[in-house]
């Protein structure tokens, strides 16, 4: 089982390798990733040498992005939102954009970093017609508070690979359940998906041998694809549909 998991870890860094390309813009490099935000555009990585140091950045098309759609994070709320999503990968916000500096010797931890943390951002904050969707990170913690579920928020791995992966929250082991690691996914997608398998995958090895891995989909706008459910259940990762969560309490809770 190690080398099976071993060979979908390098066949998952084959396909980075394979999928990013990389531009010199007056003396910026611009790093293309094949990771896709709400409008299938691939998201892009901006690095900059500053003496033995990087700085890498998004170059404020989050943010902005976010903004010309009618999400100005203006209020007190949608900052403290912000910030506690970037803490979390360790990435700052400067004017806009996201960034991040580096040693050359942590750039691909960084450089992941910096990318998760765009992902999440616009994942969390996620705009639909007349209305800017919850935090459904939120939405979640206050359903395992009302459930009695014991956990932990914001927890972090380091997997085989030397990748940190964080996830929302930790259930530790019971008498008769193992530990549980969840992550909510407010916009279930091939990428969200294929970001959290490859978490799991990596983590799973260094963390005891009976836990337990559980997504929580938020389906309240947009039903997940046969495909993204199908791949959650390959990898043996537990999939809950935001509608259904009642259906899988006690799981959670013993």
């Not at 004017?95 to 942590?106: K, Q, S, Y």
């Not at 008498?175 to 398998?197: G, H, K, Q, V, W």
Request: proline share 4%; hydrophobic share 35%.
């Amino acid at each position: 089982m190690v080398t099976d998991c071993k060979k979908l870890v390098e066949s998952y860094l084959g396909w980075l390798r394979d999928k990013i390309s990389v531009a010199d813009i007056q003396g910026v490099c611009e790093i293309t990733t094949p990771f896709l935000d709400r409008h299938n555009d691939r998201l892009q990585i901006y690095v900059e040498c500053r003496g033995d140091r990087v700085r890498l950045s998004d170059d404020g098309y989050i943010i902005g992005d976010l903004e010309s759609c009618g999400c100005a994070l203006d209020t007190p709320h949608r900052k403290e939102m912000l910030q506690t999503v970037l803490a979390g990968y360790g990435v700052s916000e400067d004017h806009g954009e996201l960034v991040v500096e580096a040693m050359e010797r942590d750039f691909p931890k960084k450089k992941h970093a910096l990318l998760q943390a765009m992902l999440s951002v616009n994942d969390m904050f996620m705009t639909a017609r007349q209305r800017v969707a919850y935090l459904f990170v939120e939405d979640v913690a206050h359903y395992l508070r009302e459930s009695e579920v014991r956990f932990s928020p914001n927890v972090e791995f380091t997997g085989s690979s030397g990748f940190t992966h964080k996830y929302d929250f930790l259930i530790p082991p019971s008498r008769t359940e193992p530990e549980r690691i969840l992550r909510a996914i407010n916009n279930p997608s091939r990428d969200s998906a294929t970001s959290m398998i490859f978490s799991w995958t990596d983590t799973k090895d260094v963390r005891p041998a009976k836990s337990k891995a559980y997504v929580i989909l938020n389906d309240a706008e947009r039903e997940p694809s046969s495909d993204v459910l199908h791949a959650f259940s390959h990898y043996g990762i537990t999939a809950v549909l935001w509608s259904q969560r009642d259906g899988y309490t006690m799981q959670l809770a013993t």
